[in-house]
């Protein structure tokens, strides 16, 4: 029975007429459900397999609007229901539904293709929010904690819940543009104002898909609430190195000797993005 | 039974001023496979933290060679499955260390491979686990349409004093069938079947699940009220010896 859940709809939203085979799903399903007076077995069956794709595809729908913005809605559904037929959840919750949905786009670049890596920095945004959403986190370490430890001896954890992510296009900005047009339409149909408002205004605007330029991000929580922030590439470097486990020396001193910017004192930003990340509860001890 | 933010903390906050009684929908007692044994640990984590005085899951399967389908599906009643499905509550019992209370599903479906009624399945399965009932009055509501049963068969032939807590619900009525959503308030049938449940099994912990189409929280809280109406009106018309002794965790 669960193999023919787990088969995708018709583009009708009904089950499909045929198993495998080729075989006739009405016999199939004859083999092991009953028929009543009102349903046959096909159409009994063919409720459990419907509710199992609306909810799949639902919950993905909510849990990825910027993947769903940048291919479009249509091409969202093909996309998400060709990954769960390739990876159904393998996981009691559905909020790991989509923690192999970046794999699939590197395996299958169709899928979203001309834009195959904007959608895959942006899979890997978004992820990262769950992540930082109700990710684990261990006790942070304060100042005093490693006061007495030298630089070229500290190594620093970071917290499970962080993610570092090195993007090539300004995927955050693009989200952010994304969630307010959907929070504007949701507005718009509470309001019998916007109802009588023009149709061309009422129109949705598009939003146009962000440049390749390069961004550094960490998407992290605080106070229990999401954030994402931007990150110069040295600071990313160093936190980087400091998740490999590198000493506090190595990570700065690779970085500032990777680094092409002249005339900025080192020591003085290096000290103040320390004394952020700290105050940011980033750092804990190494597993 | 996440490891950290916003969930947490107001969970956190929630057990300050209440107490808490878990309910899951991830267990899948009837589940051929053995239990995911990184749910157990999560769970049993959290039954820690809440102190739940009992935890209720469903009497369904929803999961095939490590595949979910996260949906409650109903199982064919056969002895066999009844066996296997009460070594496995026994089990998760054993292993979390809380008495558990096992839900009766709504379904759409019936197999030929079922050798009694659901009622009697029920019975079969908290007979041999040895454990409570959670029993949904608007799900044998929609299973006796969908399946052409009397739903009073199904309250008067249960083991009453199993019963530890009641759920009532709406559900969605399409042309050949209904479906269990959440999204309504309680139908006066089931309002009749909740009142008969309560004459059975006395004064019982009761839960309103309206978690779809939520309207604002003072229509969910009267029609929750509602239920204590019901209750009242039972219990003074039933003299002290009739009654089943109240629930228990």
Same mark, same amino acid.
């Given at each position: 029975?669960?193999?023919?859940?787990?088969?995708?709809?018709?583009?009708?939203?009904?089950?499909?007429?045929?198993?495998?085979?080729?075989?006739?799903?009405?016999?199939?399903?004859?083999?092991?459900?009953?028929?009543?007076?009102?349903?046959?077995?096909?159409?009994?069956?063919?409720?459990?397999?419907?509710?199992?794709?609306?909810?799949?595809?639902?919950?993905?729908?909510?849990?990825?609007?910027?993947?769903?913005?940048?291919?479009?809605?249509?091409?969202?559904?093909?996309?998400?229901?060709?990954?769960?037929?390739?990876?159904?959840?393998?996981?009691?919750?559905?909020?790991?539904?989509?923690?192999?949905?970046?794999?699939?786009?590197?395996?299958?670049?169709?899928?979203?293709?001309?834009?195959?890596?904007?959608?895959?920095?942006?899979?890997?945004?978004?992820?990262?929010?769950?992540?930082?959403?109700?990710?684990?986190?261990?006790?942070?370490?304060?100042?005093?904690?490693?006061?007495?430890?030298?630089?070229?001896?500290?190594?620093?954890?970071?917290?499970?819940?962080?993610?570092?992510?090195?993007?090539?296009?300004?995927?955050?900005?693009?989200?952010?543009?994304?969630?307010?047009?959907?929070?504007?339409?949701?507005?718009?149909? !509470?309001?019998?104002?916007?109802?009588?408002?023009?149709?061309?205004?009422?129109?949705?605007?598009?939003?146009?898909?962000?440049?390749?330029?390069?961004?550094?991000?960490?998407?992290?929580?605080?106070?229990?609430?999401?954030?994402?922030?931007?990150?110069?590439?040295?600071?990313?470097?160093?936190?980087?190195?400091?998740?490999?486990?590198?000493?506090?020396?190595? !990570?700065?001193?690779?970085?500032?000797?990777?680094?092409?910017?002249?005339?900025?004192?080192?020591?003085?930003?290096?000290?103040?993005?320390?004394?952020?990340?700290?105050?940011?509860?980033?750092?804990?001890?190494?597993? | 039974?996440?490891?950290?933010?916003?969930?947490?903390?107001?969970?956190? %906050?929630?057990?300050?001023?209440?107490?808490?009684?878990?309910?899951?929908?991830?267990?899948?007692?009837?589940?051929?496979?053995?239990? @995911?044994?990184?749910?157990?640990?999560?769970?049993?984590?959290?039954?820690?933290?809440?102190?739940?005085?009992?935890?209720? @899951?469903?009497?369904?399967?929803?999961?095939? @060679?490590?595949?979910?389908?996260? @949906?409650?599906?109903?199982?064919?009643?056969?002895?066999?499955?009844?066996?296997?499905?009460?070594?496995?509550?026994?089990?998760?019992?054993?292993?979390?260390?809380?008495?558990?209370?096992?839900?009766?599903?709504?379904?759409?479906?019936?197999?030929?491979?079922?050798?009694?009624?659901?009622?009697?399945?029920?019975?079969?399965?908290?007979?041999?686990?040895?454990?409570?009932?959670?029993?949904?009055?608007? $799900?044998?509501?929609?299973?006796?349409?969908?399946? $052409?049963?009397?739903?009073?068969?199904?309250?008067?032939?249960?083991?009453?004093?199993?019963?530890?807590?009641?759920?009532?619900?709406?559900?969605?009525?399409?042309?050949?069938?209904?479906?269990?959503?959440?999204?309504?308030?309680?139908?006066?049938?089931?309002?009749?079947?909740?009142?008969?449940?309560?004459?059975?099994?006395?004064?019982?912990?009761?839960?309103?699940?309206?978690?779809?189409?939520?309207?604002?929280?003072?229509?969910?809280?009267?029609? %929750?009220?509602?239920?204590?109406?019901?209750?009242?009106?039972?219990? %003074?018309?039933?003299?002290?010896?009739?009654?089943?002794?109240?629930?228990?965790?």
């Amino acid at each position: 029975m669960a193999a023919t859940l787990f088969r995708p709809l018709t583009p009708q939203w009904g089950m499909q007429k045929r198993w495998t085979d080729g075989s006739r799903m009405h016999d199939m399903a004859a083999e092991f459900i009953k028929p009543n007076d009102r349903l046959s077995s096909f159409e009994r069956l063919e409720i459990y397999n419907r509710q199992y794709w609306f909810r799949v595809l639902d919950c993905l729908w909510d849990d990825y609007p910027g993947l769903r913005a940048i291919v479009g809605a249509r091409k969202f559904m093909k996309l998400v229901t060709a990954y769960l037929a390739r990876y159904p959840s393998d996981s009691y919750t559905l909020r790991d539904l989509g923690n192999r949905l970046e794999q699939f786009l590197e395996e299958e670049p169709q899928w979203s293709a001309p834009r195959q890596e904007l959608a895959l920095d942006m899979v890997r945004f978004e992820w990262a929010q769950v992540v930082a959403f109700d990710g684990p986190s261990k006790p942070p370490i304060s100042p005093d904690d490693i006061l007495d430890t030298p630089p070229s001896k500290l190594r620093l954890g970071l917290q499970p819940y962080l993610s570092l992510l090195e993007l090539d296009y300004a995927v955050d900005d693009f989200l952010i543009a994304v969630k307010k047009r959907e929070s504007d339409v949701l507005r718009g149909e !509470a309001s019998n104002a916007v109802q009588s408002a023009p149709k061309a205004a009422r129109r949705r605007k598009r939003i146009r898909p962000p440049k390749r330029e390069k961004v550094y991000l960490a998407v992290h929580r605080h106070d229990n609430m999401l954030y994402y922030k931007r990150l110069d590439p040295e600071a990313f470097a160093i936190l980087t190195a400091l998740s490999r486990g590198a000493t506090v020396e190595d !990570a700065c001193a690779e970085a500032v000797t990777a680094s092409n910017r002249t005339k900025i004192d080192w020591p003085a930003q290096i000290k103040k993005w320390f004394n952020n990340w700290s105050a940011l509860g980033w750092f804990c001890r190494l597993s | 039974m996440v490891d950290g933010g916003r969930p947490l903390e107001v969970l956190d %906050a929630i057990l300050e001023q209440y107490r808490v009684v878990q309910h899951g929908v991830a267990i899948y007692f009837g589940s051929a496979d053995k239990f @995911d044994r990184e749910h157990l640990k999560r769970l049993k984590r959290l039954v820690r933290r809440t102190n739940t005085p009992w935890l209720s @899951d469903h009497l369904c399967w929803g999961s095939v @060679d490590g595949r979910y389908t996260h @949906d409650l599906l109903p199982m064919p009643y056969t002895f066999a499955v009844a066996r296997h499905t009460a070594e496995k509550i026994r089990a998760a019992r054993d292993h979390l260390e809380v008495p558990i209370c096992v839900e009766n599903v709504s379904s759409y479906a019936e197999y030929h491979a079922s050798e009694m009624t659901e009622w009697e399945f029920l019975s079969e399965v908290v007979e041999l686990a040895d454990c409570g009932i959670l029993l949904d009055v608007n $799900n044998i509501y929609v299973s006796s349409k969908n399946h $052409n049963f009397d739903p009073y068969d199904y309250l008067n032939n249960i083991p009453h004093h199993r019963v530890g807590q009641i759920h009532i619900a709406g559900h969605s009525k399409f042309e050949k069938y209904l479906l269990d959503t959440h999204d309504h308030p309680v139908l006066d049938p089931v309002w009749k079947m909740y009142a008969h449940a309560i004459k059975l099994v006395g004064s019982t912990a009761t839960l309103l699940e309206w978690d779809d189409r939520i309207p604002s929280f003072d229509e969910v809280h009267n029609e %929750a009220l509602k239920a204590n109406k019901f209750r009242d009106e039972q219990l %003074a018309t039933t003299t002290a010896s009739d009654q089943f002794p109240g629930p228990t965790a």
